[in-house]
């Protein structure tokens, strides 16, 4: 094989390995501010202590109470955030 | 984990998306669904469903995040980070549910630097001429045929055929002053 297909073949590989996404995943990402709100507030409630306490026994009512969306992401990503 | 790959630079992106800027946080994913879509597939294998759900985890713990970060060059490694830990926990409750062995964390090693070099690949193609780069695109990341390409651009086949060929040499030039080390390592080991 000559060196140029070589690299030509790796370098295709490479791009095919780092393609994006379905566009709808993008889309939904770029949403989240949008979802969650701004991230002063978000932050103020994760910071609470109750709020910390109440995720922890039942991470959708108190997501509901903070006025957050209780996403499967952002319940992921609380409990990551608050293990 | 990142050493090969920076990235896409942007001024005060983060500052922006912490500001509520909207628009720059879109530039953020946009700028990094391909590292973190790379690793979930490629390095980790996740499932398509698992894989988008991963996806939506890495950007929201990013958002939580923001306010931790303080430069933009910081993120790619940040985000990597985040993405195999998210890949990790959804294997290891995966691998759970199949009351299946321990989880070879080192066993990912190797496909993560092959995603990570890879980027850097990417980044090239983002820095080729419009017509370049959405022919490289077109052909191999979208798997289109060079009859879909040449009907969509009405051009002929033929033409798609040499402009494809003439893309990769730029790609592989842009590879070789942007990086020689980098491309030396990568392409001819």
Known sequence: ?83 | LVSTYRGVEGQDLIVRCRTGDHRAWATVVGNHAGLVNGLLRGAYRLEPHDAEDAFQEVFTRLYLRLGDLREERALPGWIAQVTRNVALDLIRSRKRELVSDELDEGSFHEPEQRVLEAMSVRQALARLPEQQREMLDRFFVQDQSYRTIAAELSIPAGTVASRISRALVMLREDLREENPVLERHSLHE
């Open chain 1, 1 to 83: 094989m000559s060196e140029t297909l070589e690299d030509d073949e790796r370098l295709i590989e490479a791009l095919r390995l780092t393609g994006d996404p379905p566009q709808a995943w993008i889309d939904a990402a770029a949403l989240i501010p949008v979802t969650l709100g701004d991230l002063a507030s978000v932050e103020r409630v994760v910071a609470s202590e109750e709020f910390r306490s109440r995720f922890r026994e039942s991470p959708e009512s108190a997501l509901a109470d903070a006025g957050l969306p209780a996403t499967s992401a952002l319940v992921a990503a609380l409990r990551a955030e608050l293990r």
